[in-house]
Every structure is written in structure tokens, then in C-alpha cells.
């Protein structure tokens, strides 16, 4: 059964998110994510205002999709792997306000590069963070474990490519997204089977 290990109460004992929360949240940031990763495969010759736009709209949409999917959790407020995923979209929307405003190549490889990398860290906090035990772990830990390294690889890569322009920005970044984006959606399919199949006992 397809289900994330969450705290209910103060003590922290384990409890389960069931499948058919979290499917949907999941399915959204993959649908982003790959869209954003389609538009970078097809845009042959970006400038540096359709980087900056395209940075900006992924960006913010990212953090919605994070902030849907840390409700659907249930964390307590003062959970860390909470306050981690929380402070990693805010980081997202901030940088995503910052290179949609600026409308520079440098800032958008710099600050992008800095968000990924600090989400993609954030990420293999939560998969790493966790009581001992199979019974405590997340199944989600294994997907938060590699997009959180591509995350973390994307945004380091990001500010070399700052001379190569907005198409070779993009292209690094678009790269990573497809990646990403193709993880979460087979495990937004494999959540939804599961809750169908719970639903079905």
C-alpha cells in the first residue's frame, strides 16, 4: 500500500496519510514540472525576458504545488521535515518574484540556481529525516530522495551555464524538470492505483 508516514500527535507516533490525499498534489507538481520541461525541449532561440518569464511562472507554480502537498501531510506545525518543505517554496517564491522583476540572465542562473538547489536540499532532508524502521519511514522516501538530488544538481549546474545565454539556461534547468517531473508523475499513478485499490477492499 502506497502511503506517507506522518506524526498525528504531539508524541509524534506514526500514523498514515492515505494514498488517496496525496495522489492529487503530486499529479499537479509533475504536470508543471513537465510542462515547464516541454516548453524548454521546443522553444528553439528563448531571450532573456522569455527565460525570466518562464523561470518566474515555474517558479510560482512550484510553490503552490508544495504548499498543496504539505497540507495534504498533516504535519504538526513544528515538524522539521514541515518547516523545511514549507521554507523551500518560500524561497521558490521569492525567486521566482525576484527573476520575473529583474529580467536579467545572471539573476535568473544565480537566484534560480540558489532555490533549486536550496528545494532540492530541502527535499533530501525530509526523505532523510525520519524515526528508525521501516514503520517510520515515508513511502514517498525514495521519490523525495531523487528529486531532491536532481533538484539540488540542477540549481548547482545552473549559474556555470550563466555565459551559454538563456537558451542553454534553459535547457540545463528544462532537463532536470523533465526528469523530475516524469518520477512524480509515475508516483502520482502509482498513488492513485493504490487508493483505488483500498477503496475496492
Not at 5 to 15: E, K, L, R, Y
Not at 116 to 141: C, D, I, M, N, Y
Request: aromatic share 8%.
Amino acid at each position: 500500500m502506497r502511503e506517507t508516514a506522518v506524526p498525528n500527535t504531539v508524541n509524534g507516533s506514526i500514523s498514515a496519510t492515505p494514498a488517496s490525499r496525496l495522489w492529487q498534489p503530486v499529479l499537479f507538481r509533475s504536470m508543471i514540472t513537465l510542462l515547464f520541461g516541454i516548453i524548454t525541449v521546443f522553444w528553439g532561440a528563448p531571450d532573456v525576458v522569455g527565460l525570466c518569464l518562464n523561470l518566474g511562472w515555474y517558479f510560482l507554480a512550484l510553490v503552490a504545488a508544495h504548499y498543496w502537498f504539505v497540507r495534504r501531510l498533516a504535519l504538526p506545525r513544528t515538524d522539521p521535515k514541515r518547516l523545511a518543505l514549507l521554507a523551500a517554496a518560500g524561497l521558490l517564491a521569492v525567486a521566482g518574484v525576484v527573476i520575473f522583476i529583474a529580467v536579467s540572465t545572471a539573476v535568473a542562473a544565480w537566484v534560480g540556481g540558489a532555490a533549486l538547489a536550496l528545494a532540492g536540499a530541502a527535499e533530501l532532508f525530509t526523505a532523510l529525516r525520519g524515526p528508525a524502521g521501516k514503520a517510520g519511514r515515508s513511502a514517498l522516501r525514495s521519490d523525495w530522495l531523487i528529486s531532491g538530488v536532481l533538484g539540488l544538481g540542477t540549481g548547482i549546474l545552473l549559474p556555470f551555464f550563466t555565459a551559454a545565454g538563456p537558451h542553454a539556461l534553459l535547457g540545463v534547468s528544462g532537463g532536470g524538470a523533465l526528469m523530475t517531473g516524469a518520477l512524480w508523475l509515475l508516483s502520482a499513478l502509482t498513488l492513485r492505483h493504490d487508493a483505488r485499490s483500498r477503496k475496492g477492499k
